[in-house]
């Protein structure tokens, strides 16, 4: 249980903490680090799945023609996560990135009402139209939906939902993922190499070895939230899960001094208290399950 918790407190702080590393490739054009990030990755995760002799479980999904064709999927829409990401946080949008991990859950709430037919409290939809509100308001106030937010909540719901449907797990899915994308990422590297753009040898060795490193830094925490979301209660993961866009608006407001006026601050607070309510129906309900499983007899002695 302590390891768990800490493998998943640590994947989040990292993924917190990501515009830290970002910002030292603010020159470089997000889709070229996004083409780094995604080949290290490959790389990276691929040769620790041989490493452990686990790389025949990346052939059996890839053989798979549905499985295959549903992981196509997924390494599509991560990779426009990741790259709507990157120019985020090095245009200075920050705070605008953190909202999009904010409104992920409820997101994903959503996605499991429309395509899985789940069903709503009325609690939940509470929850739910308190979020919309709050997204509507930030609309209403400066004109424009919140492109960035909406994109990374939908694109990440989406591939949550999608990668839910495949029977792989995290790891193995990465590595195949990053397998059936990255020959397209190689491609454009080295057409940029060939033409002369290429970051890649041509800015030192600290930018190199910062695009290198990108693929740790996706595949580690990815790493440590799998292991840690084994080992801990569903309703613990999901009430840590906030550390990352915590830390990432903490970042874009006292780091980066990016702007956060009255109108944000009213509706980053609607969509806070959507995220309370839900999270604390969530451990009401989770609390209810465990005493009805326990039975009567030990209801009443934790009662008591």
Known sequence: MNRGLWAAVGAFLIWGLLPLYLRQLQGI?????????????????????????????????????????????????????????????????VVETSLGYFINPLVNVLLGVLVLRERLNRIQWAAVALAASGVIYLTWQSGAPPWIALTLAITFGSYGLIRKMVAVDAITGLGAETLLIAPIGLGYLLWLQAQGTGVLGHAGLLIDSLLFFGGLVTAIPLALFAYGARLIPYSTLGLIQYIGPTLQLLLGIFLFREPFTDARAIGFGLIWAALAIYAAEGLIRARRQRRAALGPAATAAITN
Not at 65 to 83: E, F, H, M, Y
């Open 29 to 93: 054009p997000a889709l070229q680090i996004m083409a780094h990030r995604l080949l290290w990755c490959c790389l990276f995760v691929n040769i620790w799945l041989l490493a452990r002799g686990e790389f025949g479980r990346v052939r059996f999904a890839l053989a798979v023609a549905a499985t295959r064709w549903r992981l196509l999927a997924t390494a599509i829409l991560i990779s426009i996560n990741w790259l709507v990401y990157v120019w985020g946080v090095n245009n200075g949008h």
